[in-house]
């Protein structure tokens, strides 16, 4: 079998992740933050909270929301941010987790909400941003790379644009929360974050030791060498993030971290018991129980806690030069065959590790399933949650074959990949 659908999940868990949570399943659990006995709970939850406030450059962990995954956090963010009134932009390459809650507050008359053009390729250029704010524009929500074409939105830059008109911000960044690229939420945290990442760059350039006394592949405070950068520097007020994709974790875990300025003026969406402040019936002010009602996912928080622990000891730390490299490889080997459409900018520097493509007289589905049932090979088809991408790039509603790799990948897969395609 050729696990080819990377960008839906991670099929595989490291196996130092199923270890701990084997240990952790096998023994007696409680609920943080409701008994003495439950201290163990939130100890897992704050370790996965400082695991992903290390990773992405967040200055305090407390900042780090936990959530069931990506469409919670967006769903929370935008229903927490845009009020009565506001004027909203997004992208047209967003997935349905944005859209949908988007569109559902244009439809009650809540907000006036436009999609921000991209090509047919999915790029976007930046100055697009300036000219459709108006004077109630209040929020811009935009993916980092489509899940469809796999390009990768110029964010940082949108996002500026933005700042610029007090137009707060939302990232998804389902499909680079990750590895294998490299964010700077906090301005605060880019310089610490950028001169540990650029020594060690230095020390594994000169095959050097690194500062923990370990060998050049050694700890570092960042995703590694060859990972795309995006200082986002503080122009960032929430970034959705899932646990179960490129950050190795298990599905139904994910989250979202918040700006200091963002967390105050945001409003719960989902309210409940927090086990503080149990004398109110209001919801807490302070983080995280401001938007942590009910019980936590404590074994997901332990996966992605895991999960990101061995992400930063620089075990990937090779994967996106290596993602990018079979991207590259596949892209070159479709361009050889006629009846075969390539979608996105078939530049794989520019894009995250998928590629999705139309065969000539073939379903989507019909050939997805062929690859599967003749050739061992799982894809995703169809419209992927993404009907915007897919009419941005031409391809609904019919859809496409989407394939995207990962650090089990190997470049044998790719050829094969490519064989039985040329054979269909």
Known sequence: ????????????????????????VSAAHLNAARNFEGLEAGAITLRARRAVAKLFGVADPLRVILTSGATQSLNMAINGLASPGDHVLATSVEHNATARPLECLRKCGAIELDWLRCEPDGSLDPQTVRKAIRKNTKLLVMTHASNVLGTILPVAECFTIAREYGIRTILDAAQTASGTFSIAFDKSALGASSLAFDKRRAIQAEGGASEDGGSGSGGSERAGPGAAETDLGGCCDVMAFTGHK???????????????????????????????????????????????????????????????????????EKIREHECKLTARFIAGLRTMKKITIYGTGDAARSVALVSIVVEGYDAGDLSRQLFEKHGIITRSG?????LAHMTAGTYPSGAVRFSFGSGTTEGDIDTMLLSLARI
């Open 246 to 316: 490129g950050l190795g974790g298990l599905a139904g875990s994910g989250g979202f971290v918040i700006g200091e300025d963002a967390a105050a003026a945001m409003r719960p969406w989902i309210r409940g018991g927090t086990g503080s402040v149990s004398d109110s019936l209001d919801m807490p002010e302070f983080l995280p129980d401001k938007f942590e009602p009910g019980t936590q996912n404590t074994i997901g928080a332990l996966g992605i806690a895991v999960s990101i622990e061995e992400i930063l000891r620089g075990v990937v």
């Open 1 to 24: 079998m050729i696990y080819a659908n990377y960008a839906a999940t991670t099929h595989v868990l490291s196996p130092v992740v199923v270890k701990e949570l084997r240990d952790y």
């Open 383 to 387: 419209l992927h949650c993404a009907p």
